[in-house]
């Protein structure tokens, strides 16, 4: 059906008319090849049907659709062209006294239209040229708003409208669909040693990387930060394919990245919810996948997870408790444990942790493990630190004179807490408040902690420290720090984690792990705590060691201060 109406030699610009009028066809040939500066090829077919296979097959410049056209309304061939064809330039053809479906057709996308027969003024070369300026601007437009411009993927919100379109393909199909959620490891630790042009370009090859492995390119989205999200569809979403593919994904991001010289090892962790198993819609989707990465991020590194009911279950249960905890702390049923630790040469107690509990009404005494992470999520670990640090202080100042001998209270403190502005205005006031010698106040942070933002927590613990506190590099050797970092930071002491000490009688590497610790620490001009101690045995070995004191249920289990009291009593003279 198909008929070239060629213009002589010179560079053209394609243009697919779709018009059923012969006449109306020519006249519009004719019409470009008297006024025009330009030379058009024009392909002209008479319906949609027609037009579909040519412009399937290759580009077209500009579209022009006859508004008219038998067997479809105006508006539906509008919808349709635009759909298959959302980038090419569209004007529309209307007939005298059309202006309502010239004015649909522009709300649907076509770029201008022009009458019928008014051809006058070189019209329609001047029509064509507009709507290809407009189009190249509207498309600049979409393409910032659909693409990330840090890695060229696209974005959350076009993500999200394809899921919504596969959702309703999969709904009519019966076609598995899965949404997968990756973030990397360690990223922010990069940005923060290396700087966000490091960050920004390890984004980047990211990306590649992804692309490398996923066949369908054009649907990995980059949704914020370092987290990345795919849509598969078909048989890449059966359960095989999606083990196979999060396996491949994660191995390929595994492999070191080499960024301005930096090897860099990052891995990531994967999430997946498939449809419509785990959610029917796409905020359901996108939902259950961030339960089932959040799941796979505390799981072994390198790790990819399905959503189940079991883990949705979990959230609900974190949800409420947190809610709960939100009441805990506001109707004073935080408690504070002390640890006693005591000094390996003296055997004396030279300080006490504080551990703080939550007594539940219900439930008794709820240990921090299973509540101290959920609250760092949010500000609730403020006002918990608010309260151990206010509690502590308040008891530090009973405790005068109970032991001989120098004596001090470690609080443990949180990454979220440190990266406060007021961290320090905080701890003032507890002190102040409570008229303790701040000299006797040490704060417990972890390694993993101090290196989420190195920079930050070098001022922090400068101002802390400069008031008189000393600082405790707490869990050390569960994290990654950087040596240069150690030995930069305003530290005091380090403390061995428990999981070196456990079998320290037993495992060769870990005993090598302690004593290097040791010497470390040491060489640094720190002290060492060991923690974890439950045997005479281990305490005499870290005392040959030349370990400075040591902390366990050898020597006292956490207690409240009723109990403390006496201990120290006990042992303290
Ligand atoms: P951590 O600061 O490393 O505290 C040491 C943990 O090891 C405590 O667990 C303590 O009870 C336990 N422990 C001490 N000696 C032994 C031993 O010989 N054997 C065994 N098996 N365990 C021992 P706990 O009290 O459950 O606290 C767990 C973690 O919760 C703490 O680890 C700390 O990171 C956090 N935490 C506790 N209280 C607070 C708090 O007030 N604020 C903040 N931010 N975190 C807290
Ligand atoms: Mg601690
Ligand atoms: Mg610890």
Redesign the pocket.
């Known amino acids: 059906m198909a008929q070239i109406l060629e213009h002589p030699a010179r560079p053209a610009l394609n243009i697919l008319l779709i018009e059923d009028n012969e006449g109306d066809a020519f006249l519009i040939q004719e019409m470009l090849e008297k006024t025009s500066s330009r030379d058009y090829s024009v392909l002209h077919v008479p319906t949609l049907e027609n037009a579909e296979p040519e412009y399937r097959n290759r580009p077209f410049n500009v579209l022009l659709l006859d508004l008219n056209l038998p067997g479809t309304t105006g508006m539906e061939a509008v919808e349709k062209v635009r759909h298959d064809l959302p980038t090419t330039p569209l004007i529309v053809m209307t007939g005298m006294d059309d202006d309502q479906k010239a004015i649909g057709a522009l709300a649907r996308g076509a770029q201008d239209y022009i009458v019928k027969g008014q051809y006058a003024n070189n019209i329609l070369p001047r029509s064509i040229r507009y709507a290809i300026e407009r189009k190249q601007f509207e498309n600049k437009v979409i393409e910032l708003v659909h693409f990330d411009r840090t890695t060229g993927l696209i974005s959350r919100d076009l993500f999200m409208n394809r899921l919504e379109e596969a959702i309703a393909g999969a709904g009519q199909s019966g076609m598995d669909l899965a949404v997968m959620l990756l973030s990397l490891r360690r990223f922010k630790e990069v940005t923060a040693t290396l700087g966000h042009d490091v960050g920004q370009k390890l984004l980047k090859t990211v990306a590649v990387r992804l692309k490398e492995c996923f066949m369908q390119k054009d649907r990995i989205a980059r949704l914020e930060g370092d987290e990345f999200a795919m849509l598969l569809t078909g048989d890449l979403a059966s359960p095989e394919s999606l083990a196979a593919f999060s396996g491949q994904a994660l191995r390929a991001i595994e492999r070191p990245f080499d960024i301005d010289g930096h090897s860099l090892r990052i891995g990531g962790s994967i999430g997946i919810a498939t449809y419509p198993a785990c959610g029917t819609d796409k905020s359901e989707l996108i939902t259950h996948a961030d339960t089932a990465l959040h799941h796979a991020r505390q799981n072994s590194a390198g790790s990819f997870h399905f959503y189940t009911r079991k883990l949705n279950e979990e959230l609900n249960a974190r949800i409420m408790l947190e809610r709960e905890l939100r009441n805990a702390v506001r109707q004073r049923q935080l408690l504070?444990?002390y640890?006693p630790i005591v000094d390996l040469k003296t055997g004396r107690p030279c300080g006490v942790?504080?551990?703080?509990?939550w007594q539940h009404p219900e439930k008794g005494i709820i240990?921090?493990?299973a509540f101290?992470p959920l609250a760092?999520k949010s500000d609730l670990?403020l006002e918990?630190?608010d309260f151990?640090m206010h509690q502590s202080c308040a008891d530090l100042m009973e405790w005068q004179g109970l032991v001989k001998g120098p004596f001090y209270m470690s609080?443990?403190?949180?990454a979220r807490?440190f990266q406060q502005l007021d961290f320090y205005e905080r701890l003032c006031a507890a002190i102040v408040g409570t008229n303790v010698n701040s000299c006797q106040v040490a704060l417990?942070i972890?390694e993993s902690a101090l290196m989420e933002d190195p920079k930050q927590a070098v001022q922090t613990l400068a101002e802390c420290r400069n008031s008189g506190a000393s600082i405790f590099v707490?869990?050390f050797g569960t994290g990654y720090s950087s040596l240069s970092y150690l030995s930069r930071l305003p530290l005091d002491v380090l403390?061995i984690?428990?999981s070196f000490i456990?079998d320290i009688m037993t495992n060769g590497h870990n005993l090598v792990i302690a004593t290097a610790t040791i010497n470390l620490a040491h060489a640094l001009s720190l002290k060492v705590v060991a923690?974890?101690?439950?045997s005479k045995e281990q305490a005499d070995l870290l005392k040959t060691l030349g370990c400075d004191a040591g902390?366990?249920?050898?020597f006292a289990?956490?207690m409240p201060k009723e109990e403390l009291v006496p201990w120290m009593q006990r042992c303290g003279t």
């Open positions: 504070n444990y640890q942790e504080t551990l703080v509990r240990q921090p493990g101290i760092e670990i918990i630190s151990t609080l443990n403190c949180t807490d417990e972890t707490d869990d403390k984690d428990r456990t923690e974890g101690i439950e902390q366990g249920y050898f289990k956490p």
